[in-house]
């Protein structure tokens, strides 16, 4: 969330709106960069990130990033990759197939499901990788 702050210019008579990060945007920003996190792709950074609310609730205490980072290590992020390998191909599929659709309609004949998908490798899926992890469906 960011806060609108206006503040009032009296040389000018009229009313300045700024926005400014909360306190605790700056602190999720300074923890999505710490270097413990990265090695890990942002999805991941953001699902660390939940572990670390809920490890903080289980130990009823704040958590530290090493003790949420070993933790996350340790078991969970076995089944949330898994989890995110499976999303990630479901998606990229769907990714394909639009590109069949418009690519055959541009040649005007079927190009056939292979041929696309060679085609959005090479033309799209790295764009479309970088632009995925920064979705909110991508994982976290």
Not at 15 to 34: F, G, M, N, Q, W
Not at 84 to 111: A, C, P, T
Not at 120 to 125: F, G, L, N, R
Request: hydrophobic share 35%; charged share 35%; proline share 2%.
């Amino acid at each position: 969330m960011i806060l609108a702050l206006d503040t009032f210019d009296l040389s000018e008579n009229r009313v300045k709106s700024t926005c400014r990060p909360s306190a605790s945007e700056i602190r999720d920003i300074e923890l999505l960069s710490h270097p413990l996190l990265k090695k890990y792709w942002p999805s991941e950074r953001r699902a660390v990130l939940v572990h670390k609310f809920y490890l903080s609730l289980e130990l009823k205490r704040e958590a530290t990033l090493e003790e949420t980072v070993r933790s996350w290590e340790s078991g969970i992020c076995l089944a949330w990759r898994r989890n995110k390998m499976r999303r990630d191909g479901q998606e990229q599929l769907k990714e394909i197939e639009k590109h069949k659709y418009f690519l055959s309609q541009r040649l005007g004949y079927d190009v056939g499901w292979e041929a696309a998908a060679r085609d959005w490798i090479e033309s799209h899926a790295a764009a479309w990788r970088e632009w995925w992890e920064e979705q909110s469906d991508s994982g976290a």
